[in-house]
């Protein structure tokens, strides 16, 4: 085994190769959050179940109830599951990723290895709680008696690129806490306003329909709009692709590569400034 | 080509210094626009190194504080990028700047294992292998599944040792950080070395303790202010170092990063000088005079505070314990601004070794708002203080004590 390390070369190696010599710290860090994750608490498990059972109370009471938002021939409770999985993971991931970096700072400064691996350990920890939120949600389904659509097929490219979007803004996040502890400060914010500011208790169509054009861009440059709508689309069979929704997608894509690529120029640094 | 193991090219490390770097958006923006580059200093750890080292050989480093010993570790095991310069490293690497590193409490011993082993370049396929001789040579195999937060200190370390001790790297990286601890872990940890070392792998070891050094190292680099110094077989290597190191600067004895850190609102230790009144040129011997001073700068007023100084021994164990109040009883008040608070020390009772001080600033009521662990180290050299031919070290106690005997033949 050969290393060598400049200085001065040009150009950024993304080094992806690297993190499949790394997979068992990868699959580990990941195992290690899990157990933590529910280490001494009572209700273990179900925590990941309570959380997203009483946001959708709350949603269907409010939204479907009091301000009888249209979700069409689909069930309010279900339409708003399907959102809400959707966004408990990327708010999960984007989360625990933004903050990773900052709370492995010990092991930062003391060891080397490929530190995107922290931050996307959470990947697969997040994934944990969306299955059984996935769960919940055909429970939902069959409690209500609303089919599956044709266009399930297409669910796997949603599910990417809603891990990649919540990859990306995680890793923009953990790299930016990095230099500024700034950051740390928006991510809970980010995760209330997203919440909002994604087709997840109402319907997108709803937006269209009622704010002008440019503040229509604004809204899809939020790269979970797409994932969101396309989960419904997808799943329920609700909803149509438009041209917006194809903003949001190429900003999921805009997010992660070039996260990847600031993430190594911070990497460089990491171990001198976290 | 392929006997070269570590080939080291004209590497360099720069430093910012001051907290530009990790500050807030608005600094950020402040110092965008000020033009002003004199306040940021930079400090350059190391400059334009160069080195080859062999397969099979034995390195160690040796400097002072400063010198650039643990910056050029960091680099080499690849923690922090070179501003500079290439160097190339031939084999499967492991560095050990610490033991433990990234165990956490709430798992047991058996998942911690596994996650130390593997942050430190193991495959869980290599710890599966070698987990019985990992937990057989820790000794807390009845603790195997309980979480390491109720472990001992003991147990922790030496399940954290166990771990790095099975490491099979071909070149391997070592701090000396590795070297502090109880008595029989540093032994431990040595004897590993040595083993380490006679397998025929390639080791880079720095430390201050010349006799470990000598004792595992074939050959010598000696840093000095980030430059290589010199390089040669370690006996020349250690023997330099010595007669280098009396032309001496106090100021390496205190731990910068500690001393940043000293600080509390209102109150920020700034700057800490050591002076040895009886032989203001040399190192610091058992029995002379000695004055610490404490520069401090304060934003508010603290009445009747306390400056507390406790010495130990490497191991950590209490020698003595000096302090404004109460034990001397000497009452001092803060105000707005600068100040310093000096200690004289007359006849230093401690004997030949290294110790630590830590310094403690406690308000009223004995509570200590800063308490800098470790904030200066002090090498004590030996010294025929009762002029007997003797000089004292550990092996006749921890302290020397001015006295007379006498003898008289009348009878009471």
Redesign the interface.
């Known amino acids: 085994?050969?290393?060598?390390?400049?200085?001065?070369k040009k150009g950024i190696n993304l080094g992806l190769n690297e993190l499949i010599v790394y997979k068992?710290?990868f699959?580990?860090?990941a195992?290690?959050d899990f157990?933590?994750r529910y280490?001494?608490t009572y209700l273990g498990f179900f925590w990941a179940f309570i959380q997203p059972a009483m946001t959708l109370l709350i949603f269907t009471l409010v939204f479907g109830k009091a301000a009888k938002v249209d979700t069409g021939e689909i069930p309010y409770p279900v339409f708003a599951v399907v959102g809400m999985s959707a966004w408990a993971y990327f708010s999960y991931v984007m989360s625990q990723s933004g903050t990773s970096i900052i709370g492995a700072q010990?092991?930062?400064?003391?060891?080397?290895?490929p530190r995107l691996v922290i931050p996307m350990s959470k990947v697969l920890v997040g994934l944990i709680d969306f299955v059984i939120v996935l769960v919940f949600l055909v429970v939902m389904m069959m409690i209500y008696e609303v089919p599956f659509s044709g266009k399930i097929v297409f669910l796997p490219a949603f599910l990417v690129m809603n891990v990649i979007s919540a990859l990306g803004v995680g890793l923009w996040l953990s790299a930016l806490t990095?230099?500024?502890?700034?950051f740390q400060h928006i991510i809970p914010f980010a995760v209330q306003f997203g919440l909002y500011a994604t087709p997840i208790a109402y319907p997108s169509s709803l937006v269209i329909k009622s704010l002008p054009e440019w503040l229509v861009t604004l809204y899809y440059l939020n790269p979970m709009a797409g994932v969101v709508e396309g989960y419904r689309w997808s799943i329920l069979g609700i909803g149509e692709l438009n041209i917006y929704s194809f903003i949001s997608f190429f900003m999921v894509f805009l997010f992660f590569v070039s996260s990847l690529i600031y993430f190594r120029k911070v990497e460089?640094?990491m171990?001198?400034?976290? | 080509m392929s006997d070269i193991a570590i080939k080291v090219e004209g590497i360099s490390k720069k430093y910012i210094l001051g907290h530009k770097h990790s500050s807030t958006i608005s600094e950020r923006f402040q110092s965008m626009f000020s033009r002003n580059n004199a306040e940021k200093e930079e400090f350059w750890a190391l400059k334009d190194i160069s080195l080859e080292v062999k397969k099979g050989e034995a390195v160690g480093i040796v400097g002072k504080n400063g010198a650039g010993k643990s910056t050029l570790l960091k680099v080499l095991s690849r923690i922090t990028h070179p501003t500079h310069g290439r160097f190339e490293l031939n084999g499967r690497v492991s560095s050990l700047l610490e033991v433990g590193t990234g165990f956490h409490p709430e798992l047991t011993g058996r998942d911690n294992i596994f996650l130390n082993g593997t942050i430190l370049g193991m495959s869980r396929n290599e710890i599966r292998s070698k987990f019985d001789e990992i937990v057989e040579f820790s000794g807390v195999s009845k603790f195997l599944d309980t979480p390491v937060k109720h472990y001992s200190s003991g147990m922790y370390v030496r399940l954290a040792f166990s771990v790095a001790a099975h490491l099979e790297p071909e070149i391997l990286i070592i701090d000396e950080v590795l070297a502090v601890g109880d008595a029989e872990f540093q032994k431990k940890c040595l004897g590993k070395m040595d083993e380490v070392a006679k397998q025929g792998r390639t080791v880079l070891f720095v430390s201050h303790n010349m006799a470990a050094v000598g004792l595992l190292c074939q050959k010598g680099i000696m840093l000095n202010k980030g430059e290589v110094h010199l390089v040669g077989e370690i006996d020349d290597i250690v023997k330099e170092y010595s007669v280098f190191q009396s032309s001496v600067n106090f100021n390496n004895y205190i731990n910068q990063e500690v001393l940043e850190l000293s600080k509390v609102d209102g109150f920020a230790l700034k700057h800490v000088k050591i002076d040895n009144l009886s032989n203001p040129d040399s190192l610091i011997s058992s029995g002379d005079d000695v004055r610490f001073s404490f520069f401090y700068q304060a934003d508010k007023k603290f009445l009747s505070p306390a400056f507390a100084l406790i010495f130990r021994d490497q191991m950590g164990v209490e020698v003595f314990r000096l302090s404004t109040k109460p034990i001397s009883g000497y009452e001092i008040d803060l105000f707005n601004g600068l100040g310093c608070v000096s200690l004289e020390i007359r006849k230093l009772p401690l004997v030949k070794g290294s110790y630590f001080v830590d310094f403690g600033f406690v308000r009223e009521r004995m509570e200590w708002i800063i308490k800098s662990e470790l904030l200066i180290q002090l090498e004590v050299q030996g010294k025929d203080v009762y002029g007997s031919g003797l000089i004292l070290d550990r092996s006749r106690g921890f302290i020397w004590v001015d006295h007379n005997w006498e003898h008289s033949n009348e009878s009471l």
């Open positions: 085994m050969r290393t060598v390390v400049e200085s001065d068992d710290l699959l580990i860090l195992y290690r157990k933590v280490a001494q010990n092991m930062i400064k003391k060891i080397y290895f990095v230099r500024y502890r700034d460089q640094v171990a001198d400034i976290v």
